[in-house]
């Protein structure tokens, strides 16, 4: 069975500093889709980041990058001048093809990561 | 852009009591889902629609039936509520096959039950 695991219950971070999460996983497939979720106070999940495992350019956007290492199966998000805004638990999540029964493309979350920016 | 609309935002159930939560997406996504999340916990999946007409079970289907009323609906049903299912409700939503396409999520239902 896929196994997701994020080993840092809490993180805290200074403003405008960089600040790394990590995700490791476990799978037998040598295909599947990776994505970071963050939920802000507010509830809701908003989608950060994504990559295709087959790729191996690790995805970027604005202060968000990820650290893709197939062989290791980690993938840990890299946030840049941090911001309170970024003030969330962050998930890490993957789409197994194995998991995907009639076409479900099914989510396996990790447990989350709790992240504080300080002023 | 309503994007996915979860109804009701908060419920608090008596131990069995029956409830049903709604969920509408309006972006024409074809595949609809039904997650719980816990505390310490991430999202795990109740149930699923990969198309309109088709269901199926997730990782925790056990005290739910769903039913995906048309392309745009999905609910889910507890027919008699127990503690054990107070958590937050998220309806999600995904367009199309292709692995890389993110899923939409609703605001979360919280469902508290006495």
């Known amino acids: 069975a896929q196994t997701v695991t994020q080993s840092q219950p809490e993180m805290s971070v200074q403003e405008a500093e960089t600040v790394t999460l990590s995700c490791t996983y476990d799978t037998s497939e040598s295909n599947y889709y990776l994505f970071w979720y963050k939920q802000p106070p507010s509830r809701q999940m908003i989608l950060v980041i994504r990559?295709?495992?087959?790729?191996?350019q690790n995805a970027t956007e604005n202060r968000f990058s990820v650290n893709f290492q197939k062989a290791a199966k980690s993938f840990s998000l890299k946030i840049s001048d941090s911001q309170l805004g970024d003030t969330a638990m962050y998930f890490c999540a993957f789409i197994f093809t194995e998991n995907s029964g009639a076409g479900s493309y099914q989510l396996t979350f990790g447990k989350g990561t709790k992240l504080s920016v300080i002023p | 852009n309503a994007g996915v609309t979860q109804t009701p935002k908060f419920q608090v159930l008596k131990t069995g009591q029956s409830m049903t939560l709604q969920c509408a997406q309006d972006m024409n996504h074809n595949s609809m889902y039904w997650y719980r999340q816990d505390p310490g916990m991430g999202l795990r999946l109740i149930y699923y629609?990969?198309?309109?007409?088709?269901?199926d079970k997730g990782e925790v289907p056990n005290g739910y039936n769903v039913s995906r009323l048309n392309k745009r609906e999905f609910s889910l049903r507890l027919e008699s509520a127990a503690p054990s299912q107070t958590s937050v409700y998220f309806c999600?939503?995904?367009?199309?096959?292709?692995?890389?396409?993110?899923?939409?999520f609703g605001d979360g239902t919280r469902l508290s039950i006495l």
């Open positions: 990559q295709e495992a087959y790729k191996q």
């Open positions: 999600a939503s995904r367009k199309g096959m292709a692995g890389l396409q993110p899923q939409h």
């Open positions: 629609s990969a198309s309109e007409g088709t269901t």
